[in-house]
């Protein structure tokens, strides 16, 4: 079983910066892709960024150009490095984690979650 553990989140005023991380634990399987979904209250859970092991990435629209995804293969553990923050980025932040095996079955993992608030 892999376990994810964020870290990073709080508070933080409009046009700040947070950093969050996640680390993969337990079964060490291959995590093909890792990233960050954020669920604002009363909404769904969307996708904020993707990375897959080789470097390939993926942004929701309303974080391009002011968040970035990386990952160290070797630790097994995502970033999330958040900048220009606006009080819609508001959330609670996911860790998330695929694996898809040689039979292309698809498994996913997730965090419990860091809350990230953006406010004066």
């Known amino acids: 079983q892999v376990q994810l553990v964020e870290s990073g989140g709080g508070l933080v005023q409009p046009g700040g910066s947070l950093r969050l991380s996640c680390a993969a634990s337990?079964?060490?399987?291959?995590?093909?892709?890792m990233g960050w979904y954020r669920q604002a209250p009363g909404r769904q859970r969307d996708m904020v960024a993707l990375?897959?092991?080789?470097?390939?990435?993926n942004y929701a629209d309303s974080v391009k150009g002011r968040f970035t995804v990386s990952r160290d293969n070797a630790k097994n553990t995502v970033y999330l490095q958040m900048n220009s923050l606006k009080p819609e980025d508001t959330a609670v932040y996911y860790c998330?984690?695929?694996?898809?095996?040689?039979?292309?079955?698809?498994?996913?993992?997730w965090g419990r979650g860091t809350q990230v608030t953006v406010s004066s």
């Open positions: 337990g079964s060490m399987v291959r995590l093909d892709a």
């Open positions: 990375i897959t092991t080789s470097g390939a990435t």
């Open positions: 998330y984690g695929r694996r898809t095996t040689t039979s292309n079955l698809t498994y996913t993992y």
